[in-house]
């Protein structure tokens, strides 16, 4: 299991703008696609976001197209979850998940929480008045 660890999780005004960051400590995360997940209050995982190794190529749930902007830097070995104008309903935990790709290049990202290896433990988001 990779050490993967996500901070920046607080509680937010309906909306607010929160960004959400997920560091990895003794490895590069250069060799992975990432993405972002969330766990809402006795509902499913689902997936939020994705970002190819590249970052040329990125993924959002409909509910997040337009709103939510992820981000790698691979100098500080992050990667980031920008959410704009947030709802109550995406209150939730939020996970970083990783999974090791052979191609720097790639068409495409997966949203599928299986598709992914390496999980944190998650930052809790609270939108609410």
């Known amino acids: 299991q990779l050490p993967l660890v996500e901070s920046g999780g607080d509680l937010v005004q309906p909306g607010g703008s929160l960004t959400l960051s997920c560091a990895a400590s003794g490895f590069t995360l250069d060799a992975y696609d990432l993405g972002w997940f969330r766990q809402a209050p006795g509902k499913e995982r689902e997936g939020v976001s994705c970002a190819t190794r590249s970052g040329a190529v990125t993924n959002y749930t409909d509910s997040g197209k337009g709103r939510f902007t992820i981000s790698r830097n691979g100098v500080l070995n992050r990667v980031y979850l920008q959410m704009n104008s947030l709802k109550p309903e995406e209150t939730a935990i939020y996970y970083c998940?990783?999974?090791?790709?052979?191609?720097?290049?790639?068409?495409?990202?997966?949203?599928?929480?299986?598709?992914?290896?390496?999980w944190g433990k998650g930052t809790p988001v609270t939108v609410s008045s």
């Open positions: 998940a990783a999974v090791r790709n052979p191609y720097y290049f790639s068409p495409s990202c997966s949203l599928s929480e299986s598709r992914y290896n390496d």
